[in-house]
């Protein structure tokens, strides 16, 4: 497996302290195939957006793919307070966009989360009119239940759905979003594929930015479980994990976030290794379903633009 395609770059963490290094990775992974670029108005306060401007400057706009996410509303402190996804404002949020990334359109528009309180039919056909006037190719949808992306298809056909996954966070598997997005045709991107740092085989573990973790006694048992495996593959327990999303799902695709070219070459890496069913079987052994309740990203609800606690 060495579908290049099956690789997105995700430049959450691109901002101005980083700008040549980013830089550097956002134009390495063009040179190697990667066409998929994923950003967001929030992200930096705007800089991903500006340093993604800079990277593609000169390169020809038929030769990637950019997404965008919209609506997270950040305090100058640091973290989140709210969401704006009302239909009424998307223009806007979509103008400074394009203004911060010097384009005329994007290829991917997506609200980050849902606001309950907000029809997500409403919030498609407010994109829909974004679609007709140019200023966007194409929808993606994120971080909703299987009920609104389907409300969602009925009005226009959703391009990508992005969710989260990984062996420590199985939840799609059974809540039926992936046999919405399949009998739709959709896209199938996930992301956090290492749980946000909580699997990766680092000294540091337990709870990361402030997310449920792992007691570092349990994360140990499991990353020797995962190293043994990993180590008969010749791999790293960070590219078997990439491996074992796309063995779990054929037809998905995984966006990988970093600002180092070295780290990208290591996730391209990781599309040449294969697994057997068995080694399937004795990933999910070291990791057992028990310990999936509350590991990974705090689950946020938004009603009426606030977070409803």
């Known amino acids: 497996m060495t579908d290049i395609k099956r690789l997105g770059l995700g430049c959450m963490d691109m901002n101005m302290s980083n700008k040549d290094r980013s830089i550097e990775t956002i134009r ?3 040179d190697h195939g990667i066409t998929l670029l994923n950003t967001g108005e929030f992200y930096g306060g705007g800089e991903s957006e500006m340093v993604l401007r800079e990277a593609l400057k000169g390169v020809p706009r038929d030769s990637y793919f950019l997404s965008v996410k919209f609506g ?3 305090q100058p402190g640091g973290g989140i307070y709210g969401l ?3 239909p009424w404002n998307v223009k806007a949020h979509l103008a400074y966009s394009l203004h911060r990334l010097g384009l005329d359109y994007v290829d991917l528009y997506e609200p980050a989360r849902m606001d309950e309180s907000i029809p ?6 407010a994109i829909k009119e974004c679609v007709d006037a140019g200023y966007v190719r194409n929808i993606g949808l994120t971080q909703l239940t ?3 992306l389907a409300k969602a298809a009925k009005v226009y056909p959703i391009h990508t759905v992005e969710l989260a996954y990984s062996l420590a966070n199985r939840s799609i598997e059974k809540n039926g979003i992936l046999d919405v997005a399949r009998s739709n045709r959709m896209n199938i991107l996930a992301f956090s594929v290492l ?3 909580v699997l990766a085989d680092t000294p540091s573990g337990g709870a990361v930015s402030g997310r449920p973790g792992i007691p570092q006694e349990v994360k140990d048992s499991i990353l020797s479980g995962l190293r043994k495996v990993a180590s008969d593959k010749h791999t790293t327990v960070e590219n078997l994990l990439q491996a074992y999303v796309y063995e779990k799902n054929p037809d998905m695709s995984v966006l990988i976030g970093t600002t180092r070219k070295e780290h990208l070459q290591d996730s391209i890496d990781a599309l040449s290794v294969e697994l057997t069913v068995d080694e399937i ?4 052994t070291v990791f057992p379903a028990k310990l999936l309740q509350g590991v990974g990203m705090r689950n946020l609800t938004f009603r009426d633009g606030r977070i409803e606690m």
Not at 120 to 125: F, L, T
């Open 28 to 30: 390495y992974a063009l």
């Open 120 to 125: 997500v039919e409403e919030i498609i056909g």
């Open 195 to 197: 749980q946000h740092g």
């Open 72 to 74: 997270v509303l950040p």
């Open 146 to 148: 299987p009920e609104n």
């Open 84 to 86: 704006d996804v009302r």
């Open 281 to 284: 079987m004795q990933i999910e």
